[in-house]
Every structure is written in C-alpha cells, then in structure tokens.
Nanobody, 126 residues
Framework: QVQLVESGGGLVQAGGSLRLSCAASARTSDTYSMAWFRRAPGKVPELVAAINWDASNTDYADSVKGRATISRDNAKNTAYLQMNSLKPEDTAIYYC???????????????????WGQGTQVTVSS
C-alpha cells in the first residue's frame, strides 16, 4: 500500500514556473516507479512525466518536453515535477501515481498505476 500526497499547485501567470511535490508513504522495502498525470476540463487524463526507481529512466509527454523535469529523492520518498514556461493549456489537475510492479521501467499508461494522490490544481493565466 502506497499513499501519495501532492502539493505545490496554484495559480501562475503564463511563462512562470511551478514545482509540484509528491510525498509517498511506503514500506522501506518497496521499490516503485512514479509518474505525474494531468486532467484538464473536458479532456482525458494524460501522462506528463514518469520516472523509475533510481531515476535512470524518465519519460515525458511531447507537450511538456523541454519544459518539465521529473525527479525523485528516495531518501525523502518524494517525487517532484518542475514545470517551466507554463502555458494556459497546462491548466489541469495534476495527479501523482505510483506503480510497484514495474519499478525499473516506468509505465506510461494510467491503468498501470495502482496508487494515486488526490490531485493538485494548476491554473495558468494568460
């Protein structure tokens, strides 16, 4: 069982930056991939970025490549999503997710992740 709590969302102007955090509570022996998804109004959820257990493997949506960086600190059981050059179309609820079954190759589909946070709202004004 992994519990996830996101933080760091908010209102930001276009061109600005945000850093989202996802604190995970898991057993010391657990290894897991983590990912950030987002769901904009009227749209299906989409992967933003994913990272494997030792951060040697990351994946990004084309829409955020070059503007987003996913990272993690396993000592703190926390994953981060740094978003720069934010655009109004980045407005969405951002969710953190964890997968214990594939810790070394982070899945890119939402259905692969069993554990989810409650989400944090990111609003980018033009």
């Amino acid at each position: 069982q992994v519990q996830l709590v996101e933080s760091g969302g908010g209102l930001v102007q276009a061109g600005g930056s945000l850093r989202l955090s996802c604190a995970a509570s898991a057993r010391t022996s657990d290894t897991y991939s983590m990912a950030w998804f987002r769901r904009a109004p009227g749209k299906v959820p989409e992967l933003v970025a994913a990272i494997n257990w030792d951060a040697s493997n990351t994946d990004y949506a084309d829409s955020v490549k070059g503007r987003a960086t996913i990272s993690r600190d396993n000592a703190k059981n926390t994953a981060y999503l740094q978003m720069n050059s934010l655009k109004p179309e980045d407005t969405a609820i951002y969710y953190c997710a964890a997968d214990l079954r594939q810790p070394w190759r982070p899945p890119t589909t939402a259905t692969a992740y069993a554990y989810w946070g409650q989400g944090t709202q990111v609003t980018v004004s033009s």
